[in-house]
């Protein structure tokens, strides 16, 4: 039976952890029975109660692991957290998602099951001709379509291109996290990993999806800091592409 395992980073979502909880153990009762599969969830140092929360609802759930950052480290820290984790677990797959209310939790058997042979990583993607972008917020669908566009430029036509390199919510198989590494610990993250895995060969496939709003709570993206972050990686990316194909800088 193969393991799966889904790691979400929290930081300050107390109030979306009704509906999460909701969700972790709706897709558990779907897949307990084809898979051994369970959640990592980590509290990225939190200074509400989402810590004191998620132990109360989720503490004696033994599909469930809580790790727990004293302090916050940012998005991508936590991604890296949870991703170790699941690797030293042995987990054959691993799915990311946001905890709030933006993707679906339910996609998680689609996606799952869109990983195929020939298939490395299964990525959501509301800029799919086929998704949805009506309820993402404005500013936040201009920041992530300029993004795309100039990811698609640097790495040109030599490499498999995508509608969308942000998206939180992804299916991998476990080769591909061994072997390829990531630097950033905010945001940057979700970008740097899918374009890590495409210069080192590994197979995407984007499925199309549709935004929801955020129900609860704020982003915690700082537009115009990640601005300059991704900026900053795509001209670091420009002279380093033949570097990390070969050698995983």
């Given at each position: ?186 945001f940057l993250a979700t970008a740097e990993i899918i374009i890590r895995s495409i210069l080192k060969g590994f197979k995407v496939k984007e499925y199309p999806v549709h935004v929801a709003p955020r129900w609860y709570g704020i982003s915690k993206m700082q537009y115009y800091k990640q601005t300059v972050v991704h900026l900053k990686f795509i001209y670091w990316l420009y002279y380093h592409i033949e570097e990390i194909e070969t050698n995983?800088?």
């Amino acid at each position: 039976m193969r393991k799966i395992r889904v790691v979400i980073p929290l930081y300050n979502e107390v109030a979306s952890l009704p509906t999460l909880i909701y969700r972790i153990k709706g897709v558990q009762k779907i897949l307990k029975d084809d898979f051994d599969f369970g959640y990592i969830i980590i509290n990225d140092g939190s200074t509400d109660k989402t810590l004191e929360k998620l132990q109360s609802f989720l503490e004696n759930s033994k599909f469930v692991i809580i790790l727990n950052h004293n302090a916050n480290k940012g998005f991508g820290a936590a991604l890296k957290t949870g991703i170790r984790k699941a690797l030293e677990v042995d987990s054959d797959i691993i799915v990311t998602i946001d905890g709030d209310t933006n993707y679906d939790h339910f996609l998680i058997p689609q996606l799952v099951s869109e990983l195929t042979d020939d298939i490395d990583i299964v990525t959501a993607s509301p800029w799919h001709p086929e998704g949805g972008r009506k309820q993402f917020p404005k500013h936040r669908l201009l920041f992530s379509l300029v993004l795309s566009w100039l990811y698609r430029f640097v790495i040109g036509k030599k490499y498999q291109n995508l509608y969308c390199y942000s998206a939180g919510f992804r299916c991998y198989k476990k080769e591909v996290l061994d072997k390829v590494n990531f630097t950033g610990n905010d945001f940057l993250a979700t970008a740097e990993i899918i374009i890590r895995s495409i210069l080192k060969g590994f197979k995407v496939k984007e499925y199309p999806v549709h935004v929801a709003p955020r129900w609860y709570g704020i982003s915690k993206m700082q537009y115009y800091k990640q601005t300059v972050v991704h900026l900053k990686f795509i001209y670091w990316l420009y002279y380093h592409i033949e570097e990390i194909e070969t050698n995983e800088a």
